[in-house]
């Protein structure tokens, strides 16, 4: 079964090679991301693609300096995981990666947020069948990105997707066992 | 590439076959739901599989409760369109369709939310892939079918998808052009 094939294959890549994916690979994965399934049929996603360098850096740069603050401020359980998980306010994935897609939802539509996240969902097994890599990254502020781009206000952004060719060694992390997470008849 | 062909193919289904597809076919999907990332790898998901059928008629009635109660509240743009819809407060799908999957999200952990959505979005391509039908419907008030299951307070039901082979002739809704949903360095 190709989607379950495609679903446990899969795993975040932070680590990229430097080689460009064809941008038809990455319209292709779009595509089948605005076929999902939105409240009132709405489509509240708007994708952007970047792959210019310097609007990248910036865009790794804004979402640094909101990093350095949430790591700052940043307590107990999130940040003790944070630690040992290695994660820092640098997140070089983001200028080097060849594009990133933002994701954006049209927060006046109904379901908005849901609907956004079901077609991530699609774009990200989309992705891996063409043998491309990302990780859901969500600044801990969107509000600098967003002005940066002149976002209109009705739109959120939701997720930064910086994509390429895999080059993570990370394995992927583990899942729970179908029991634990389905039940029958009741909770 | 097989998964923008699922994403085009799917449609929603509201009304279902009386077969029953086999439990395992159901249980492939959501191993392929279970594989989706979440923040922190929380996995903040939970399936309930409900076959019952004096428990899918009672999820029915407290649904349908809810959507009159919604329904004689609603109005404007929203209440016009779900008029010229045909939507009504009757929900047959919850006690006909063979199967439905509640999905409930833990709201403690870190983007529940999106990661619960992108767990949806993985288990309805798989189930187009199966040859499965379903609607990714929220009751306007969750709460009652929560208390029915006696859900922990820290779950939230997301939605309820009703599961079987579709019998439903209503065409798929038409999709935004790519380039509609798309941008190149800019908004």
Known sequence: ???????RRRKTVRKFRPERPPMEDLLKALKAAKEAPSGMNAQPWKFVVVDDEWLKGRIRELCEAE???????????????????????EKPFLSEAPYLVLVF??????YWLQSTWI??????????????????????????????????PQYKLQTILPIGYPADPAPKRGRRRLGEVVSFNGF
Chains 1, 2 share one sequence.
């Not at 079964?1 to 679903?7: F, I, K, T, W, Y």
Request: positive net charge.
């Open 1 to 7: 079964m190709r989607v379950l094939d495609l679903a």
């Open 67 to 89: 990093e350095r603050k949430f790591h700052s401020k940043t307590k107990g359980d999130l940040m003790a995981w944070l630690q040992s998980e290695g994660f820092r306010p």
């Open 105 to 110: 939802g049209h927060t006046k539509a109904p």
């Open 119 to 152: 077609a991530v969902g699609y774009l990200l097994l989309a992705l891996e069948e063409l043998g491309l890599g990302t990780v859901t990254y969500t600044p801990p502020n969107p509000k600098p990105v967003e002005n940066l781009l002149n976002v209109p």
